[in-house]
């Protein structure tokens, strides 16, 4: 049974960070592209980041683009270290893989495999 589980979300004041950790099991996910993505209540679900599965490429919304960074910890495994955050990024927060992707991609459909998510609250 593939399983996502992300772990590290929490209650933060603006200005803060968060660091956000996925482990995925149930398959080989070496050749996966591995994303973020966040729902905000009342919103659709948007992109976040995304890293290649070599580690070496990847892809970040523009609202999170220097503050966020995205990292493959292992084949298994990513992370999304979040600093400056901002109360616009509260969220539900989501792991996906991509399975042998070719690119980095921010389009969701893409996405077979998720986790089911983990809150990051900022406040003002």
């Known amino acids: 049974q593939v399983q996502l589980v992300e772990s590290g979300g929490g209650s933060v004041q603006a200005g803060g960070s968060l660091r956000l950790s996925c482990v995925a099991s149930?398959?080989?996910?070496?050749?996966?592209?591995m994303g973020w993505f966040r729902q905000a209540p009342g919103k659709e679900r948007e992109f976040v980041a995304a890293?290649?599965?070599?580690?070496?490429?990847t892809r970040y919304a523009d609202s999170v683009k220097g503050r966020f960074t995205i990292s493959r910890d292992s084949s298994n495994a990513v992370s999304l270290q979040m600093n400056s955050l901002k109360p616009e990024d509260t969220a539900v927060y989501y792991c996906?893989?991509?399975?042998?992707?070719?690119?980095?991609?921010?389009?969701?459909?893409?996405?077979?495999?998720w986790g089911q998510g983990t809150q990051v609250t900022v406040s003002s």
């Open positions: 149930g398959r080989t996910f070496s050749s996966d592209t």
């Open positions: 996906a893989a991509d399975p042998d992707s070719t690119t980095v991609s921010s389009r969701s459909e893409w996405y077979d495999y």
């Open positions: 890293v290649f599965w070599t580690g070496g490429s």
